[in-house]
């Protein structure tokens, strides 16, 4: 990727796993007040499967979406990248103890 010309802007590499025992990596500019679910909204069509299931609530609530961002469990409506550095590592996480008892798997909206 060309290095921006605006100073306030970022160039984030996104490294996850691609399911298929490799790392899938891809750069990207970060905006202002950016999620890492938007940077997963960004790149939905070229994400591994692990993470095309991600059926986020959009408010930080159920962890029907938990991830792991650098190695620290998180939720991608929750964290954002003003605080993490230029590499953000994402791997799939573990739902909250307890939910897969409340979880209404009647829609099938949950992956």
């Known amino acids: ?10 160039v984030l590499t996104i490294r996850m796993p691609d399911g298929l025992g490799g790392v899938f990596e891809h750069e990207l500019l970060e905006t202002q007040d950016m999620s890492v679910l938007t940077i997963l909204r960004q790149l939905w069509g070229a994400l591994p499967l692990p993470f095309r299931n991600i ?22 409506c929750s964290v954002f990248t003003r605080n993490l550095g230029p590499i953000i590592e994402i791997a799939p996480g573990e739902h909250a103890r307890g939910w897969d008892a409340l979880r209404d798997d009647s829609r099938k909206v949950h992956g």
């Not at 290095?3 to 970022?10: E, V």
């Not at 059926?55 to 991608?76: D, K, M």
């Open 1 to 10: 990727m060309n290095a921006p010309t605006d100073p306030t802007l970022r």
């Open 55 to 76: 059926s986020p609530c959009h408010s930080g609530a159920c962890n029907t979406c938990g991830i792991l961002v650098n190695g620290q469990p998180g939720v991608p």
